[in-house]
């Protein structure tokens, strides 16, 4: 049976305008009512999360950054990291460059070098506020990097991960959350060696969570479990990593609770 039920945010249990749907967020509190654990797993940082927790009235596991951070549903901090700094320091001076908005990341804040309407955009997303600050770029072992995003065209995006994969593929992970936005982590950071990290805490087996995404940096969970839900707009090269496609984060739930239902016969 399913004990764990994993979803991702953007473009998935959340929409462009920062809401979830009331179907979705009722879905996941009936299963809930039904015993079952869930966790969010995201690019997005932890802060975030908790806004998101917030409007389904709810307390999940967290999974933020991409697996750089996990935390339980009664924050218990599971497992952390963050760049080395001069690490960072390097791959932050090869990618700013005009062609992206740069976000530098560490726990709960989004930095990025100059104000622009770009990031007057990106900053209609986020929760939070995007700290604009010239100096940045100094400031790495002060705010302790965990994550370095990159907005920008799709082509340029594919273009810059193709060049990172070549030249520092031993240093970093790359993952394309969006298909504007490459998130750069450290080396063996994802969300599916996080929730490897969770599941353990929780004394689940693989076979016995549910993944629910719909983009790149889904499919180290996918790989997981044969209980992977991907979302009917994803990319084809993700869709062929998930078991089933469906259109919301309710159908894959309903499934989820229907099998459930099925094994406690």
Same mark, same amino acid.
């Given at each position: 049976?399913?004990?764990?039920?994993?979803?991702?945010?953007?473009?998935?249990?959340?929409?462009? !305008?920062?809401?979830?749907?009331?179907?979705?967020?009722?879905?996941?509190?009936?299963?809930?009512?039904?015993?079952?654990?869930?966790?969010?797993?995201?690019?997005?940082?932890? %802060?975030?999360?908790?806004?998101?927790?917030?409007? +389904?009235?709810?307390?999940?596991?967290?999974?933020? &950054?991409?697996?750089?951070?996990?935390?339980?549903?009664?924050? $218990?901090?599971?497992?952390? /990291?963050?760049?080395?700094?001069?690490?960072?320091?390097?791959? #932050? $001076?090869?990618? /700013?460059?005009?062609?992206?908005?740069?976000?530098? /990341?560490? #726990?709960?804040? %989004?930095?990025?070098?100059?104000?622009?309407? #770009?990031?007057?955009? +990106? &900053?209609?997303?986020?929760?939070?506020?995007?700290?604009?600050?010239?100096?940045?770029?100094?400031?790495?072992?002060? +705010?302790?990097?965990?994550?370095?995003?990159?907005?920008?065209?799709?082509?340029?995006?594919?273009?810059?991960? $193709?060049?990172?994969?070549?030249?520092?593929?031993?240093?970093?992970?790359?993952?394309?959350?969006?298909?504007?936005?490459?998130?750069?982590?450290?080396?063996?950071?994802?969300?599916? %060696?996080?929730?490897?990290?969770? *599941?353990?805490?929780?004394? +689940?087996?693989?076979?016995?969570?549910? /993944? *629910?995404?719909?983009?790149?940096?889904? *499919?180290?969970?996918?790989?997981? @479990?044969?209980?992977?839900?991907?979302?009917?707009?994803?990319? !084809?090269?993700?869709?062929?990593?998930? @078991?089933?496609?469906?259109? @919301?984060?309710?159908?894959?739930?309903?499934?989820?609770?229907?099998?459930?239902?099925? &094994?406690?016969?």
């Amino acid at each position: 049976m399913i004990k764990l039920i994993v979803s991702d945010l953007d473009g998935t249990l959340l929409q462009e !305008d920062n809401t979830v749907k009331h179907e979705d967020a009722k879905a996941l509190r009936d299963a809930v009512r039904e015993g079952l654990q869930i966790s969010i797993a995201t690019g997005r940082m932890d %802060n975030e999360i908790k806004e998101v927790l917030t409007s +389904i009235g709810e307390k999940f596991h967290r999974i933020s &950054q991409n697996g750089a951070f996990v935390s339980t549903i009664n924050d $218990k901090s599971i497992f952390s /990291c963050t760049f080395e700094p001069s690490l960072a320091e390097i791959i #932050y $001076k090869k990618v /700013c460059t005009p062609n992206f908005v740069t976000l530098l /990341c560490n #726990y709960d804040t %989004n930095f990025t070098h100059e104000d622009n309407e #770009y990031v007057a955009n +990106i &900053q209609k997303r986020m929760f939070h506020p995007i700290v604009i600050d010239p100096t940045i770029s100094e400031k790495f072992e002060e +705010i302790k990097p965990s994550k370095i995003t990159l907005i920008g065209f799709e082509n340029d995006i594919m273009d810059i991960k $193709k060049q990172l994969s070549e030249e520092v593929h031993d240093e970093v992970d790359l993952f394309i959350s969006e298909k504007h936005v490459l998130d750069i982590m450290p080396k063996k950071i994802s969300k599916g %060696n996080a929730l490897l990290k969770l *599941i353990h805490e929780l004394s +689940i087996k693989p076979d016995e969570i549910a /993944c *629910i995404g719909d983009s790149f940096n889904d *499919i180290p969970m996918f790989k997981l @479990t044969p209980n992977s839900f991907v979302m009917s707009h994803a990319h !084809d090269l993700v869709k062929q990593e998930a @078991t089933f496609v469906v259109n @919301t984060v309710s159908e894959a739930v309903e499934i989820i609770r229907k099998e459930n239902s099925k &094994q406690a016969i």
